[in-house]
T-cell receptor, first 115, second 112 residues
Framework: GAVVSQHPSRVICKSGTSVKIECRSL??????MFWYRQFPKQSLMLMAT?????????EQGVEKDKFLINHASLTLSTLTVTSAHPEDSSFYIC???????????FGQGTRLTVV | GDSVTQMEGPVTLSEEAFLTINCTYT??????LFWYVQYPGEGLQLLLK?????DKGSNKGFEATYRKETTSFHLEKGSVQVSDSAVYFC???????????FGQGTELSVKP
């Protein structure tokens, strides 16, 4: 059990467009989901924490109007990169946890390339 | 704030060599500690964890002991395989899971 699926695994979009990334917990209900960003050969940086039914909590320095997070159900959270630019190109990874205090399981990540 | 520091890579070893990847942390309170592994192009997989001082986490021949006195959680394996080639991340959480703070990652390359 505890499978988290991210979709798409890779996406290429044009500058100025928006792209949506989905994170689904397939076999458990996740009240909390986390979104991380990973630059090449660097660590993962937490972008935001989303709780089902409430607004996401963004880490310092993350633009909430650019990275829209929605956690509308116990099995789905979405990250929308709005008006994407080449500097938004990165590897985005989500994780999902049954509760905020329990182990989080990671999705396989989404490689976003903005051209 | 809390932080995790790992030894820099890349680390290159021959098959069957002994592996140590150092990890130290700074945290208030008593964090839980984790090692994650990331294979090329993939997400993260939990390798092992320890939730209190002196706990030893182990999995697939890897092990790490939570040392509160030295604030360390070094990863070891007695005999590495080519299939162990990946990036290894040390991480901490101020709870038993959930939100994680990661080290910078250490790339391991094992040659036949």
């Amino acid at each position: 059990g505890a499978v988290v699926s991210q979709h798409p695994s890779r996406v290429i979009c044009k500058s100025g467009t928006s792209v949506k990334i989905e994170c689904r917990s397939l076999d458990f209900q996740a009240t909390t989901m986390f979104w991380y960003r990973q630059f090449p050969k660097q660590s993962l940086m937490l972008m935001a924490t989303s709780n089902e039914g409430s607004k996401a909590t963004y880490e310092q320095g993350v633009e909430k109007d650019k990275f829209l997070i929605n956690h509308a159900s116990l099995t789905l959270s979405t990250l929308t990169v709005t008006s994407a630019h080449p500097e938004d190109s990165s590897f985005y990874i989500c994780s999902a946890a049954r509760t905020v205090n329990t182990e989080a399981f990671f999705g396989q990540g989404t490689r976003l390339t903005v051209v | 704030g809390d932080s995790v520091t790992q030894m820099e890579g890349p680390v290159t070893l021959s098959e069957e060599a002994f592996l140590t990847i150092n990890c130290t942390y700074t945290a208030t309170g008593y964090p839980s500690l984790f090692w994650y592994v990331q294979y090329p192009g993939e997400g993260l997989q939990l390798l092992l964890k320890a939730t209190k001082a002196d706990d030893k986490g182990s999995n697939k021949g890897f092990e790490a002991t939570y040392r509160k006195e030295t604030t360390s959680f070094h990863l070891e394996k007695g005999s590495v395989q080519v299939s162990d080639s990946a990036v290894y991340f040390c991480a901490l959480s101020d709870r038993k899971g959930g939100k994680l703070i990661f080290g910078q990652g250490t790339e391991l390359s094992v040659k036949p």
